[in-house]
């Protein structure tokens, strides 16, 4: 029998073991450029339309989220 998750417990996202693709504007290179299409996604930013082509819906669940955002972060060559 499983009891409750511990509060304190964060839930983890592992290193390229899944099959999403974090890199959101397709150059080759998981880094700060894909942050900055997540990120235009995230806010909904008019200035960012030149952006908006790209979606930032990392793992594909219908919703721009922090979830994405932690996914990117994993696995970004900014991150190291």
Known sequence: PSGPQDEDTEPTISKRTTTVNPDINEDGDTNYSDYQVWECNFKYSIECKDLSSYSADINKDGVVD???????????????
């Open 66 to 80: 922090l979830l994405d955002f932690a996914i990117w972060k994993n696995n970004s060559s900014n991150s190291k």
